[in-house]
């Protein structure tokens, strides 16, 4: 039911008083397979319910979320009441990633291509606001494509902040990179955090890193690392081989299921992830194209179609490419270093950087899952194409997980009137900020220390806290 913005007594969830060990309820719209509600299980959030019209996400939601309800819908045709059926109580924390696939980076960095503006999907988020508006919980998280901050230089992502502070949230938005939080993988996500508490805004901040990486690029790519690194880097990047080493050996189009790992966990991610399983699932790759193929038996580790050239194989189209554009097609990944984005055609070598290190054949459903951080334990419904698609879309658990535990004490003091110690470092934005000043945040850090004595206002608005 929906709350009120007064101060309010501890809660009580269905009649009955709040027990010690409770945990804040998370209702996720927009659910697909369940990473964001994944990753915030894993940080100490209940999550009550998820929402997604896939039918085969919503199975793999619910058979992972054993305590969750799953409800396969279009959100601009369900009915509040429904959405209270599922959710089962008040939620204190609303997340999802409504489709704004229309701005998509995918189609070039362009802010004046590479969008459609008429796409149906960009319009879920007044759904979003909808039931937001409805239910008030405390904070809410809303997760997208990087694009939407760089189109229209900013406009449309300040108007989903307008609407959501017109029903009572302050709101920032941070581009995040997933490798950055333990994640194997050089994703990065549009995250909005708000809350209506009067709190300042809390984004995790990042324990790993890698100050050359954007080195030999130029803008708009440093301008997506928005949460800047300090001089006390934290861990190296999670990498390919630290992530994925313990898996069996897999041929072009097998499937291993169930069947011993290649041996015994090597490192703290992959230990994370096993959780103690002894058996691999769904360790299944694709069948290839021809030219998938011999990019896979020929390439190099780190190059790309480019090294195919002088082989005479590649069809007229790449012709039309420009040598510096296109530079993660047919790319064959390095096992040192992190993997590209996981999309949902990891199976295909032409749309991505989706070939083995060391082994001739495409990413397997295991190790796309495992560059995205999910757990060994988490099983998904359907062919191989629902679960690429599951995969694909999903926000990284280990990055929802970070995000839970920036936010968690702030709502375990709002709604629950109890004090945890902080769970990791936060970088914390001020909830004065204001919309002008959003788009010129550069983060937390070394950026921020180079200009203390210019811009004192600036350093106010961001704030470490350890």
Not at 50 to 56: E, L, R, V, Y
Not at 153 to 174: C, F, R, W
Not at 354 to 369: C, D, M, N, V
Request: hydrophobic letters at 35%; glycine letters at 8%.
């Amino acid at each position: 039911m929906p709350r009120n913005s007064e101060k309010k007594k501890p809660k009580k969830v269905s009649g009955k008083p709040i027990e010690n060990d409770a945990k804040p309820r998370v209702l996720d719209l927009f659910s697909g397979a369940g990473g964001l509600s994944c990753g915030l299980e894993q940080s100490g959030f209940e999550i009550a319910g998820g929402i997604d019209f896939f039918p085969k996400a919503i199975e793999s939601f619910e058979a992972n979320h054993h305590n969750a309800r799953g409800l396969v819908a279009d959100l601009t045709k369900t009915s509040i009441k429904t959405i209270e059926n599922i959710a089962g109580g008040d939620i204190d924390l609303i997340v999802g990633g409504p489709s704004c696939q229309g701005f998509s980076t995918a189609g070039g960095l362009s802010k004046q291509i590479g969008r459609d503006e008429s796409d149906p999907r960009n319009n879920l988020f007044s759904d979003y606001v909808r039931i937001v508006d409805h239910f008030q919980p405390s904070w809410l998280i809303f997760e997208n494509v990087p694009g939407l901050l760089l189109y229209r230089q900013g406009t449309v992502a300040l108007s989903i902040v307008s609407a959501l502070n017109a029903i009572g949230y302050k709101i920032v938005p941070m581009i995040l990179l997933a490798a950055d939080y333990g994640v194997p993988q050089l994703r990065r996500r549009l995250v909005f955090v708000g809350t209506r508490t009067g709190s300042d805004i809390h984004f995790p901040a990042p324990t790993h890193g890698d100050e050359n990486l954007w080195a030999n690029y130029s803008l708009p790519f440093a301008h997506l690392s928005r949460l800047s690194t300090d001089d006390q880097i934290r861990h190296p990047h999670v990498t390919f081989e630290q992530a994925c080493s313990d898996l069996p050996k897999l041929s072009e189009g097998e499937t291993l299921h169930m069947v011993p790992y290649a041996g015994r966990a090597t490192t703290d991610y992959q230990r994370q992830l096993r959780q103690g399983l002894k058996l691999v699932r769904q360790h299944q790759a694709d069948r290839l194209a021809d030219l998938d193929r011999y990019a896979a038996k020929h390439l190099l580790p780190g190059e790309n179609w480019r090294a195919l050239v002088k082989h005479d194989i590649l069809p007229p189209r790449f012709k039309k490419i420009r040598p510096y554009d296109a530079t993660t097609m047919l790319k064959r990944l390095q096992g040192d270093k992190p993997a590209y984005t996981i999309t949902t055609k990891f199976n295909e070598a032409t749309t991505g950087a989706f070939i083995h290190p060391s082994q001739p054949r495409t990413l397997s459903i295991r190790e796309a899952a495992r560059i995205q951080s999910f757990p060994d334990r988490f099983s998904f419904s359907g062919t191989f194409g629902h679960i690429r698609t599951q995969i694909g879309n999903a926000v990284p658990p280990l990055l929802a997980k970070a995000l839970g535990e920036a936010i968690l004490p702030q709502i375990m003091r709002s709604e629950f009137n109890k004090e945890i110690p902080a769970i990791r470092p936060t970088i914390t934005i001020s909830n004065s900020i204001s919309e002008d000043e959003i788009l010129q945040l550069k983060g937390a850090g070394k950026q921020m220390h180079q200009r203390k004595k210019k811009d004192p206002k600036q350093l106010e608005l961001i704030k470490s806290a350890n």
